[in-house]
Each structure stands twice: as C-alpha cells, then as structure tokens.
C-alpha cells in the first residue's frame, strides 16, 4: 500500500528556517517523480518544488533560491528545507507522487505558519 | 507568468450534469499539458480523479469523465451526487516541467 506522511511543520518567524520531511512506504521514492505542494489558508494549489528520479530539480519562482528539494533512499524519504521563510510562505504543504503526467497518491499534509 | 483558468463557482442540481472547465493563458490546452484534476473538501487532501486528459484512477467513480473540449481541458460529471459537492482544481503541465495549477471551482449541488 503507498502511504506518504508529512512532518516538520510549526510555527517559525520570518526570516527563519524549517526541514519538511514526507516519508514514504509501499514504493521508492527514488524511482518516482515527487512534489511537494501548498495550500494557503483559503486559497488554491501550488506546486513549489519537483524532483525527477533522475535528480533533476524545479522550483516555483515564489521559492527559488529559499527552498530545496531532496530525497534520502536509505530512509525513503522526501524533504523540503525552506529558509528565509515570509509570511506569504504560511501554508499547508503536501507532499504528492507523480507517475506517467498522473498524480496519484498524498500525503495529509503539514501546517507551516510564518508569524512573529 | 502562467496562468490556468477555471470558472471560480457552479451549482448543479442532483442528478444533473455539469462541466467542469480548464484554460491556459498560454493557448489552447493540448495533449502535452497532460491536464489532471482534483477533488478537495474541507479539511482534506485533494484527491485525485483524472490524469492525461481522460484517465482515471481505480478510485474514480464512473460519474466522472476528462476531455479536451473547444481548446480547454473539461471535467464532465454526470448523475451528480450530493457527496460530489466540493472544490475541483485542474493542474496543466508546460514544457514537461512546470506545473500550475487552476484558481479551482466550487461545485455546489443544490
């Protein structure tokens, strides 16, 4: 069964840093194309950052050069380090698998806020 | 910047049908955006309905069905159901990298 679960939300304050963890069960997420995802209160889906299986990155112009993608096989596992976090960065942040242009399966989601 | 378009509310009776629509900024949506959509109540996850245009997941009632319609990307359900009330986005692909996703419709069965 494929299972993606978030961790690493909370609180932080602008300007700080946060690690988003998705760790997955029933497949490797090395061998698939991973997202990760956010919703702001009351607002609609962006994609924030993309990893290929081969390691390629891509990254929403409203992140690049704070967020970055990675994945550690040894324990299955996506993340998501955001530094220099705003206000407008406060979100849920899902994390989603990508087969054949499908998203399939995600996660339940992380709340991230960015207040002082 | 690109921009995915899809009107912001409907309503359809019970039993009724109703088309769900997905536009780009770009042009006319094609089988490279690979469009996807998503169903998403309150306080859940999206759920995914529709990949590349008409696929659908083993999760995905008959009801609902993808196309590509008049140079958008169409979700159709019809025999709508009282659970079917909820917010729909749509996600277009560009370049095989980039993905953006629509503003999302609120379908209300009234």
Sequence with gaps: ?116 | QTVVTQEPSLTVSPGGTVTLTCGSSTGAVTSSNHPNWFQQKPGQAPRPLIYDISNKHSWTPARFSGSLLGGKAALTLSGVQPEDEADYYCLLFYGGIQRVFGGGTKLTVL
């Design chain 1, 1 to 116: 069964e494929v299972k993606l679960v978030e961790s690493g939300g909370g609180l932080v304050q602008p300007g700080g840093s946060l690690r988003l963890s998705c760790a997955a069960s029933g497949f490797t997420v090395s061998s698939d194309v991973m997202n990760w995802v956010r919703q702001a209160p009351g607002k609609g889906l962006e994609c924030v950052s993309v990893i290929y299986s081969g390691g390629r990155t891509y990254y929403a112009d409203s992140v690049k050069g704070r967020f970055a993608i990675s994945r550690d096989n040894s324990k299955n596992t996506l993340y998501l380090q955001m530094s220099n976090l705003r206000a407008e960065d406060t979100a849920v942040y899902y994390c989603a698998r990508d087969v054949s242009w499908g998203y399939d399966y995600w996660g339940q989601g992380t709340l991230v806020t960015v207040s002082s």
